[in-house]
C-alpha cells in the first residue's frame, strides 16, 4: 500500500505512534489471563494499577478515578456526577448546566447537549434543555497569535451573566475544553480559565475540563490543567489513555466529590448509580498501561514540550498563503483556517482528500485543518508534513 505520513495522531489518539508492539501484546496477554471481569462488585488488579498510573499524572487533589469505553461516555459520566455531587450536598436543584459556543463534548444525549457547534444538535430535538452556551473564544484580533492571546479574558465573564441570569444556586457545572480542539483549536485567551475558576468558586459550581484531546502531552505537559495553571474539579479523557489501541475514557474527580458522593450513601449501598459493562476492560487497561508506560519510559511530554517549537515555527510559516486565513496553536496542536468556498466546509472536505493523496492524513473540521503529529514525530516528519500542507493549500488557490 502507500505509504502515508499521520499528522492528526488518528483522531488525536496515536500519541505514542503506530505499530506499538508493547501494547499489542499486552493486550494479547490480558486477554489469555483474564478477558473479562464484571465492574459491578468486582475488580481486576489491573484497573487499579490503571487508575494510580492516571491519579500520578491529574492534578494534586484528583486522585478517583471512574473508568468508561469513551469520551463520550466520559462526559454523560461527568454530568451524573456533577448532580450527583450536589444532590449528596442538599443542593439537588442545581440541574443546569454552562458549555460554550462552537464546544464539542462527544455525541452522547448529554454530550450533545452541551455541543456549541450547531450541526451535531439540530437533528435532535430530545437532548438535555437546561444548557446554556458561553460564547467562544475566537476574535477577530488575534488571528495568527501564536499561543495564548493577550484579549479576550473578560470572554469568560459570561458565566457571571448566566450566574445573575439564572442563579447560581441552579447551576450544577461549567464544561469547557480548555483549548477547543474538534472546532478548530481555540485557544483560552491569557486570564480565561482563571477567571472561570474564580467564578465556580464563588457559585459552588463544579469546572469540568473536557481533555479527551488536549490530555497526555498534546500540549507539553500531561494535561491542560498544568499547561495552563487552573485546576478544574471533574477532568474527562480518553483517545491517548490507550494510544487509541483500545476504547476507553476516564473521568477523575476532586476527593472533595468522591467523598461527598460516598460518604452520602447508607453503608453498604451503592452510591453512584451508574457504570458500564466494559469499564476497565482487562484488555483496554493492558492498553492503558503499556501506553502510560511508553509515555514515562520515553519521556514523551517532555519531548512534545521540545518539539512545538519547531512545530508550531513550521506551521505558521503557512500564513503567507493566501487561502490561510488564520492559524493558532499551541503544544503539538494547530488549526489552519482556511478560505471557505461557496458552500462552508466542501473546500475544507476536498483539501483533506487532495492532502491524502499527497502523502498525509490531516483531519479537517469543515474548513480547518487540525495539524497534531504523534508525540514521537521527528523534525523530519514536520516538514514533510508542512511541506505536503503548503503544496496541497497552493493548489487550492482562487
Not at 485567551?189 to 482563571?194: A, D, N, T, V, W
Request: charged share 20%; aromatic share 8%; net charge negative.
Amino acid at each position: 500500500g502507500n505509504r502515508i505520513l499521520d499528522g492528526s495522531s488518528g483522531l488525536f489518539c496515536v500519541a505514542a505512534g503506530h505499530g506499538r508492539t508493547e501494547i499489542a501484546e499486552a493486550v494479547y496477554e490480558a486477554l489469555l489471563e483474564n478477558d473479562y471481569t464484571a465492574p459491578f462488585n468486582l475488580a481486576q488488579p489491573s484497573s487499579f494499577e490503571m487508575a494510580r498510573r492516571v491519579a500520578a499524572l491529574t492534578p494534586e487533589d484528583i486522585n478517583h478515578i471512574f473508568f468508561a469505553n469513551s469520551g463520550s461516555e466520559a462526559i454523560d459520566t461527568a454530568l451524573k456526577i456533577s448532580m450527583a455531587f450536589h444532590r449528596a450536598r442538599g443542593e439537588g436543584q442545581r440541574t443546569r448546566f454552562v458549555s460554550r459556543e462552537r464546544a464539542y463534548h462527544g455525541v452522547n444525549i448529554g454530550g450533545t447537549s452541551l455541543s456549541g457547534m450547531v450541526k451535531n444538535r439540530e437533528t435532535f430535538s430530545g437532548v438535555m434543555p437546561n444548557v446554556v452556551c458561553m460564547r467562544h473564544t475566537w476574535l477577530e484580533e488575534n488571528r495568527f497569535v501564536r499561543g495564548q492571546p493577550e484579549n479576550g479574558a473578560e470572554l469568560a465573564d459570561d458565566l457571571q451573566r448566566m450566574v445573575d441570569t439564572y442563579g447560581g444556586g441552579t447551576i450544577a457545572a461549567c464544561f469547557v475544553e480548555p483549548v477547543a480542539g474538534s472546532t478548530g483549536v481555540l485557544l483560552p485567551p491569557k486570564g480565561y480559565l482563571e477567571r472561570l475558576r474564580e467564578i465556580c468558586d464563588a457559585n459552588g459550581i463544579l469546572l469540568v475540563f473536557d481533555e479527551v484531546i488536549c490530555g497526555f502531552g498534546r500540549l507539553g505537559a500531561p494535561f491542560a490543567s498544568q499547561a495552563f495553571g487552573v485546576t478544574p474539579d471533574i477532568m474527562t479523557m480518553a483517545k491517548a489513555l490507550t494510544n487509541g489501541a483500545q476504547p476507553m475514557g476516564a473521568i477523575a474527580v476532586k476527593d472533595e466529590i468522591y467523598e461527598t458522593i460516598v460518604n452520602a450513601a447508607p453503608e453498604g449501598a451503592i452510591e453512584l448509580f451508574h457504570g458500564y459493562t466494559y469499564s476497565a476492560h482487562p484488555a483496554a487497561c493492558a492498553a492503558g498501561i503499556a501506553t502510560q508506560k511508553i509515555f514515562d519510559e520515553e519521556k514523551l511530554f517532555e519531548r512534545a514540550a521540545g518539539l512545538s517549537g519547531y512545530f508550531l515555527d513550521a506551521i505558521y510559516a503557512l500564513q503567507d498563503i493566501d487561502l490561510v486565513t488564520d492559524i493558532r496553536g499551541y503544544g503539538l496542536l494547530a488549526g489552519i483556517d482556511v478560505q471557505p468556498g461557496s458552500t462552508p466546509g466542501a473546500r475544507g472536505t476536498l483539501i483533506q482528500k487532495q492532502l491524502f493523496q499527497n502523502g498525509v492524513h490531516v483531519k479537517f473540521t469543515g474548513d480547518c485543518g487540525i495539524p497534531a503529529p504523534p508525540l514521537v514525530a521527528t523534525r523530519e516528519h514536520i516538514d514533510e508534513m508542512c511541506a505536503a500542507l503548503r503544496k496541497t493549500l497552493e493548489e487550492f488557490k482562487d
